[in-house]
């Protein structure tokens, strides 16, 4: 059974950066991609970005591109998402995905338990 712990959120003001991270456990864990969703209260999980745990090929949310960097360690089985210039939209809870492929979140098998980010103005 793979498990996935989120940490690094907080609450910081608009600009400021932050940087989560993600650990995976598991007997021999390996997933086509990782991924980093969010979901704002009163709104569904939408997807940030992707890396192919493989060559590490990134994809992100048009929301995020140029303002959020997705990275891995696949030898300590980490995540990563650098977000630099938050901003208030950006508040809501993180999760870490993996066991998939793709920005579609029906697309992963294993999550975390996710941390909150608050973006104050």
């Known amino acids: 059974q793979v498990q996935l712990v989120e940490s690094g959120g907080g609450l910081v003001q608009a600009g400021d950066s932050l940087r989560l991270s993600c650990a995976a456990s598991?007997?021999?864990?390996?997933?086509?991609?990782m991924a980093w969703f969010r979901q704002a209260p009163g709104r569904e999980r939408e997807y940030v970005a992707a890396?192919?745990?493989?060559?590490?090929?990134?994809d992100y949310a048009d929301s995020v591109k140029g303002r959020f960097t997705i990275s891995r360690d696949s030898a300590k089985n980490m995540g990563f998402l650098q977000m630099n210039s938050l901003k208030p939209e950006d508040t809501a809870v993180y999760y870490c995905?993996?066991?998939?492929?793709?920005?579609?979140?029906?697309?992963?098998?294993?999550w975390g338990q996710g941390t909150q980010v608050t973006v104050s103005s």
């Open positions: 995905a993996a066991g998939g492929i793709g920005a579609n979140r029906h697309f992963y098998r294993y």
């Open positions: 598991g007997r021999a864990f390996n997933t086509p991609a």
């Open positions: 890396i192919m745990w493989s060559g590490g090929a990134t």
